[in-house]
């Protein structure tokens, strides 16, 4: 059972059993950021790293799921950059104070004199000055909220030495937190399947990546990674649909106002929302993101049987397996079958699956055997052998069916003779948010009590002392 | 130090020289404490019988926070002594043993995995490491294989 945050006041003096539970831990990603507190078992907030924002002035941010409705004037942006690093540095803060204050620690929110969800929103609009003083209130407020909590920020191994610093500044200078700590995602992923050394290959939103770790450590020249994951997996069905004969519209649920249940392929009976507004394409593409979210989870599948897909008779064999039946929000609904699983095919093969733009067309250095070949190549022959040996699979694009099965026929065909073996965790949580679980176990422990990066230690060296601690 | 801050304690040391210099052990298998901040030695002995230390690992156990007492990871180091095929006589290789069975809690492999690395450096002169992950990563056939890299008779 996830243990309950103690309150300040009653933290414990001793820390027998090792659990230090005031310390949180951050995990962004570019689909997701979750955040939660050290010791539990899942994070428990989960919020999209898109987020809203209002072209209108004032312009104004809108964090979280279910604030991302249609508006006026209204975009969906994102503050990380599709290789996972952080971008926008006004606005990350901005979406991790709300995760961390105002999703984690309701009780100590704002007074409603100063939340501001208590203002005249015609006051704002028109004193621009009031708005400046308001934020500087609540920056007072953070302050005094996280200066308790030790923090363990999570970070792809590539990220910059720029943006490590800019993260220990935001955590030391603006929320005076009193130490923290960044860790290594494939790193953390590795230590939660109980291994020290493995390669671990993470098949996420936006990025597929391969690393090797030795003794917990990235080697960095083995980092390898590529545009393949669950968004280009969305460029797949999109395109499936665009060939598809009839065509299928990707109406997103939000047009829907209602729908009558029709037969497969019979035309559509519904009626749409119409709004007196320009919606933005960026709303759109996001709330279609969600229709083909589903449709990987319920439809998609990776082949998983000997060979790949365009072996000789294997895609004949695929058009007698069994399909699904996907209904889209208006009610369009078909059954796909060997379609399901060719949409995966370009994970590994990029002369197959469905054609593509350009610019989102990948390699045949970018498929995920040809990460995991570049990665072992650019480690010592003698750990080769140790690392086909732990293969540890994590990242939600890797719940697809057959997943792990395929990865294993491929990489038996790659090094024929090697002994392969995978890990991959067993709980959907795991390996949804294995880098999160592995931070907040680490940041739970008492002893890690010796490993944060104090307040003390950072104003000695600076920033500076990150590239030195966190290696 | 490792990456968790855990420490070893001064015993895991002692009982290891007495393996290495005194030929005292055969092996030695050493657990972390119960609060999770020490490895300590959790058994040394001059058996030779591989099946009873190979149960001892499968059986092996460890608390999660909550209480619940599943399957646990150990460390253990183990001296090999084996006879080459090629009629050259005996040869003993000491050999670091990670043992984390994939059964085992994610809260107990997550803390052994990354405090493993302050109890290998403190023990020198280890010339082979492995990391095992099921039962059958632990067969004394397969074992002996990897550690004599194939030339054990």
């Not at chain 1, 209002?54 to 942006?77: K, W």
């Not at chain 1, 609009?125 to 363990?152: F, H, R, S």
């Not at chain 1, 365009?310 to 039946?325: C, D, H, I, Q």
């Not at chain 2, 001892?56 to 460890?62: E, R």
Request: aromatic share 8%; glycine share 8%.
């Amino acid at each position: 059972m996830a243990q309950q945050p103690l309150s300040s006041a009653a933290q414990p003096t001793d820390v027998y059993g090792g659990d230090e539970v005031s310390a949180l831990v951050l995990d962004p990603g570019y689909c997701n950021t979750r955040a939660g507190w050290a010791g539990e078992d899942v994070p428990k907030s989960i919020l999209p790293s898109f987020y809203g924002h209002s072209t209108a002035t004032p312009t104004q941010n809108y964090f979280g799921d279910e604030r991302l409705i249609p508006r006026a004037d209204f975009e969906i942006r994102n503050y990380m950059n599709k290789d996972s690093v952080v971008e926008d540095w006004d606005v990350a803060p901005k979406i991790w104070e709300h995760m961390l204050i105002n999703r984690l620690q309701p009780d100590k929110q704002t007074p409603p004199s100063k939340n501001g969800l208590n203002d005249d929103p015609k006051e704002k609009t028109q004193d621009g000055e009031g708005d400046v003083a308001m934020e500087e209130t609540e920056n007072q407020e953070i302050e005094k909220l996280l200066q308790e909590n030790p923090l363990l920020v999570t970070e792809a191994p590539w990220n910059t030495p720029k943006a490590r610093e800019k993260t220990t500044e935001v955590i030391m200078e603006t929320w005076g937190c009193p130490a923290f700590w960044l860790s290594r995602t494939p790193v953390l992923s590795a230590f939660a399947a109980g291994k020290a050394t493995a390669l671990v290959i993470d098949v996420g939103g936006a990025n597929t990546s391969v690393a090797a770790i030795h003794d917990g450590m990235v080697l960095k020249r083995s980092i390898q990674k590529s545009p393949i994951g669950g968004l280009w997996l969305s460029s797949q069905i999109r395109s499936l649909w665009e060939t598809s004969e009839p065509k299928v519209t990707l109406t997103p649920t939000y047009m829907v106002e209602n729908k009558t249940p029709v037969d497969a392929l019979a035309p559509v009976q519904a009626r749409l929302r119409h709004f007196p507004y320009q919606i933005h394409s960026s709303f759109r593409a996001y709330e279609e993101e969600r229709v083909l979210t589903e449709f990987k989870e319920s439809v998609v599948e990776v082949w998983n049987k000997p060979g790949r897909l365009n072996s000789p008779g294997n895609e004949e064999f695929a058009k007698t397996l069994p399909g699904r039946v996907f209904e889209m929000p208006d009610g369009w609904n078909q059954m796909w079958r060997e379609q399901r699983f060719k949409l995966t095919e370009g994970l590994f093969d990029e002369t197959a699956g469905y054609p593509l733009p350009e610019e989102e067309r990948v390699g045949k250095n970018q498929t995920i055997p040809a990460l995991i070949r570049a990665a072992l190549e650019a480690v010592d022959v003698d750990l080769r052998g140790n690392l086909l040996a732990n293969v540890v699979v994590t990242g939600s694009t890797t719940l697809i069916n057959g997943f792990n099965d395929r990865l294993q026929n491929e990489l038996a065909a790659m090094y024929p003779g090697m002994k392969i073996k995978i890990h991959a965790a067993g709980l959907t949580s795991e390996r949804r948010f294995g880098a999160w679980i592995g931070g907040s176990i680490l940041a739970s422990l008492g002893t890690f009590h010796q490993m944060w990066i104090s307040r003390k230690e950072y104003e000695e060296n600076g920033p500076g002392i990150v590239e030195k601690r966190c290696k | 130090m490792s990456q968790s801050g855990a420490t070893v304690s001064q015993e895991c040391i002692t009982a290891y020289n007495e393996l290495k210099l005194n030929k005292k052990y055969k092996f030695i298998i050493f657990k972390l404490s119960d609060d999770y901040k020490e490895i300590v030695v959790e058994e040394a002995s001059d058996s030779k019988d591989w099946e009873a230390f190979r149960e001892k690992l499968i059986n092996a156990t460890s608390k999660s926070k909550s209480g619940a007492v599943g399957k646990g990871p150990r460390y253990a180091v183990y001296d090999f002594e084996y006879s080459l095929a090629s009629g050259d006589g005996l040869r003993n290789k000491l050999t670091f043993l990670a043992w984390s069975p994939d059964d085992a809690g994610v809260q107990p492999k997550m803390i052994y995995a990354s405090s493993k690395e302050a109890l290998k450096r403190s023990l020198t002169g280890i010339a082979t490491e492995l990391q095992a992950n099921d039962p059958d990563d632990i067969e004394y056939d397969s074992i002996i294989k990897t550690v004599s890299k194939g030339l054990a008779g």
